[in-house]
T-cell receptor
Framework: NAGVTQTPKFQVLKTGQSMTLQCAQD?????MYWYRQDPGMGLRLIYY???????DKGEVPNGYNVSRLNKREFSLRLESAAPSQTSVYFC??????????????FGSGTRLTVV | GEDVEQSLFLSVREGDSSVINCTYT??????LYWYKQEPGAGLQLLTY?????DMKQDQRLTVLLNKKDKHLSLRIADTQTGDSAIYFCAESRDTGRRALTFGSGTRLQVQP
């Protein structure tokens, strides 16, 4: 089915470990986004990529890096995980650079726990 | 998101109407959206409204926008147990960062 695919769905890391969250979309969308969701705080933007070859910081970029590998894929890397990065991470894509009536298509999320 | 505010919780009885409210601060908001998140799932776009509209109706959903007060509401008629979820409002701006800003979400609980 067409959509946004995130891997892995669940991950437990030790403090200081690194990992990459993968995201791929097959809708030929130009823009892609990474958000984190914490209880009572809604979704906060980490990084986004308005188009292939560009990336920009969002509200909470510290401790993260991103790569827009090609039009389909946008990965999020934690270089040295900290307990404060325990969260649910969502990747999203949109057909064109916002604003647009289409909004986003979301992946199903990655639940990350850092111990 | 600090620029978009929602109440945290709403409880209604099955068959009643639900009204979820949202306030936003940026007057340059062009599109405003309502998303639904069911447990363990991503967010699903329910509906949207363009900033030059006052109202939009889509089956059981009615969106009202008061641009003067920067207030957005989502009314769900004949609420069903399947409507139990977290509802997020979000705004999209015409300037600056081209990404959605989300509220903290309203958890709707529908009692049978």
């Amino acid at each position: 089915n067409a959509g946004v695919t995130q891997t892995p769905k669940f991950q437990v890391l030790k403090t200081g470990q690194s990992m990459t969250l993968q995201c791929a979309q097959d809708m030929n969308h130009n823009s892609m986004y990474w958000y984190r969701q914490d209880p009572g705080m809604g979704l906060r933007l980490i990084y986004y990529s308005a188009s292939e070859g560009t990336t920009d910081k969002g509200e909470v970029p510290n401790g993260y890096n991103v790569s827009r590998l090609n039009k389909r894929e946008f990965s999020l890397r934690l270089e040295s995980a900290a307990p404060s990065q325990t969260s649910v991470y969502f990747c999203a894509s949109s057909e064109v650079t916002l604003p647009t009536s289409y909004g986003y298509t979301f992946g199903s999320g990655t639940r990350l726990t850092v111990v | 998101g600090e620029d978009v505010e929602q109440s945290l919780f709403l409880s209604v009885r099955e068959g009643d109407s639900s009204v979820i409210n949202c306030t936003y601060t940026d007057s340059s908001s062009t599109y405003l959206y309502w998303y639904k998140q069911e447990p363990g799932a991503g967010l699903q776009l329910l509906t949207y409204i363009f900033s030059n509209m006052d109202m939009k109706q889509d089956q059981r959903l009615t969106v009202l926008l008061n641009k003067k007060d920067k207030h957005l509401s989502l009314r769900i008629a004949d609420t069903q147990t399947g409507d139990s979820a977290i509802y997020f409002c979000a705004e999209s701006r015409d300037t600056g960062r081209r990404a959605l800003t989300f509220g903290s979400g309203t958890r709707l609980q529908v009692q049978p």
